[in-house]
Nanobody
């Protein structure tokens, strides 16, 4: 079993930057197999939205709303993922979650298939 813990959420002004981190703990040896990490966000009352995802080979995909502003990465140990967020807008305000899909061969933004989820970290842009 893998536990995911997000950090880095904060309150910033529009145009500012934040970097979120997602640290994996527990059975992280499963992450050495082919896996994907996704970052999602959810506004209360709406469905969870995929923001960015990365696969084991470093291939990435982004939602159109964050393309060019957000960058997803993963450390070489494959235990920590990062979401660097630049040019933040008020509409980016919400809770952000990371998730891991094992045996993944291409990064995806759909929530289906992601097995492990973190508890989320709040980002507020004013």
């Amino acid at each position: 079993h893998v536990q995911l813990v997000e950090s880095g959420g904060d309150s910033v002004q529009a145009g500012g930057s934040l970097t979120l981190a997602c640290a994996a703990d527990g059975a992280v040896d499963t992450l050495y197999t082919r896996h994907c990490v996704g970052w999602f966000r959810q506004v209360p009352g709406k469905e969870r939205e995929g923001v960015a995802a990365i696969d084991n080979d470093g291939a990435t995909t982004y939602a159109a709303s964050v393309m060019g502003r957000f960058t997803i990465s993963e450390d070489t140990a494959k235990t920590t993922s990062y979401l660097k967020m630049d040019s933040l807008k008020p509409e980016d305000t919400t809770k952000y979650y990371c998730a891991v899909e094992t045996f993944c061969f291409a990064p995806r933004l759909e929530t289906v298939g992601y097995t492990y989820w973190g508890q989320g970290t709040q980002v507020t842009v004013s």
